[in-house]
């Protein structure tokens, strides 16, 4: 299974970005996606995770400015980052719990990250 985030890039304080992540490969299903965002010298943080049916769940420090979205045909999901900040400048990496097979266990997969640069 591969993940592949694109949209990150530099961006003024205020502004807004549109990330996405397109999951290929051997896939029964997906559970959970999301994404998680890692700055230089801290640990990665969850930033939002939407479920199959689509419950959104936001960190707090984002929550009013980002939106979580998915397309389940098309394997995809989304982040609307809007009046970013500069403290959102991080690596967003993509995770999606994907089922492989019908008969089996599910486990997490990740994209390589994407950066995104908020400047002031």
Known sequence: VQLVESGGGLVQAGGSLRLSCAASGIIFSINAMGWYRQAPGEQRELVATITSDGIANYVDSV???????????????????????????????????????????????????TQVTVSS
């Open 63 to 113: 929550k009013g400015r980002f939106t979580v979205t998915r397309d389940n045909a098309k394997k995809m999901v989304y982040l609307q980052m809007n009046n970013l900040k500069p403290e959102d400048t991080a690596v967003y990496y993509c995770n999606a719990d994907v089922k492989n097979l019908r008969f089996g266990q599910s486990r997490a997969y990740w994209g390589q990250g």
